[in-house]
């Protein structure tokens, strides 16, 4: 369970459901994604960096932010 408090995002400043299922589903698009970023990145080191970086720097971000508690 994570907790990130000092938000401005509710009234609690705290987030506590947000922030764990975003690292839930930031981990199981890792699972799919860095094999398959692994794979491309033998041909393409560019590509195969930015899928095996989609995770972290796309899936988190977003549904931490879509869940405001």
């Known amino acids: 369970m994570f907790i990130e408090c000092g938000n401005t995002d509710n009234p609690c400043r705290c ?9 839930v589903l930031m981990v199981a ?3 799919v994604e860095w094999p398959v970023g692994a794979a491309v990145w033998i041909c393409s ?3 195969g ?3 095996m970086g989609q995770p ?8 931490n932010q879509a869940i405001p508690f």
């Open 56 to 63: 972290v720097m796309t899936v988190y971000p977003k549904v």
């Open 45 to 47: 080191h560019k590509s």
């Open 15 to 23: 987030k506590v459901v947000g922030p764990t299922l975003a690292f």
């Open 49 to 51: 960096r930015k899928i």
């Open 29 to 31: 698009a890792a699972v």
